[in-house]
T-cell receptor, first 113, second 113 residues
Framework: DAGVIQSPRHEVTEMGQEVTLRCKPISGHDYLFWYRQTMMRGLELLIYFNNNVPIDDSGMPEDRFSAKMPNASFSTLKIQPSEPRDSAVYFC???????????FGPGTRLTVT | DQQVKQNSPSLSVQEGRISILNCDYTNSMFDYFLWYKKYPAEGPTFLISISSIKDKNEDGRFTVFLNKSAKHLSLHIVPSQPGDSAVYFCAARAYNQGGKLIFGQGTELSVKP
């Protein structure tokens, strides 16, 4: 079975540009999570969805960040406008509701110059 | 407010010896604790978990110990192998926060031959 798929794997953009990160969860998983990894704070949960509905977006840093899940097999995380402090690795993870742990994608390394 | 803390950013151990990774938490509402392992350029993968009603869980070379009175858990790897070199994340599930996982900053383990 394919795991969680994220694209792109690497993104380099200039400050002020819009960035869109994409995620395809594991088929049949009804929970989807977006995380950001930084040295100082480790893995921070940004937002998570259950059955395509956002449940908790309290980790989204500010209005420049938005996330959508239009269907069970696709989600996006958008940053507009991007800033250098957004540089980090962004992970998407999914899990079936009955499972304690989550399955992570390989991540997208974002660099904003 | 860092509810889960891993105070050691790195740890170096000789092959064959014991590796001990530590994690502290502040929220007494956590009901499960998990350890994830992360190799470079990959997403974290689930390693082992423990329920808050237990004080030890063992899986092969990996053992997790929980001390609820001290709000502390540790992961023991015996014997350590070079392939164990990775970043280890401690995570806790907050059942009073929708069941989401809260991660620590990570500890980079280096096992030297």
């Amino acid at each position: 079975d394919a795991g969680v798929i994220q694209s792109p794997r690497h993104e380099v953009t200039e400050m002020g540009q819009e960035v869109t990160l994409r995620c395809k969860p594991i088929s049949g998983h009804d929970y989807l999570f977006w995380y950001r990894q930084t040295m100082m704070r480790g893995l921070e949960l940004l937002i998570y969805f259950n059955n395509n509905v956002p449940i908790d977006d309290s980790g989204m840093p500010e209005d420049r960040f938005s996330a959508k899940m239009p269907n069970a097999s696709f989600s996006t995380l958008k940053i507009q406008p991007s800033e250098p402090r957004d540089s980090a690795v962004y992970f998407c993870a999914s899990s079936p509701g009955t499972r304690l742990w989550q399955y992570f994608g390989p991540g997208t390394r974002l660099t904003v110059t | 407010d860092q509810q889960v803390k891993q105070n050691s950013p790195s740890l170096s151990v000789q092959e064959g010896r014991i590796s001990i990774l530590n994690c502290d938490y502040t929220n007494s509402m956590f009901d499960y604790f998990l350890w994830y392992k992360k190799y470079p350029a990959e997403g974290p993968t689930f390693l082992i978990s423990i329920s808050s009603i237990k004080d030890k869980n063992e899986d092969g070379r990996f053992t997790v110990f929980l001390n609820k009175s001290a709000k502390h858990l540790s992961l023991h790897i015996v014997p350590s192998q070079p392939g164990d070199s990775a970043v280890y994340f401690c995570a806790a599930r907050a059942y009073n926060q929708g069941g989401k996982l809260i991660f620590g900053q990570g500890t980079e383990l280096s096992v030297k031959p």
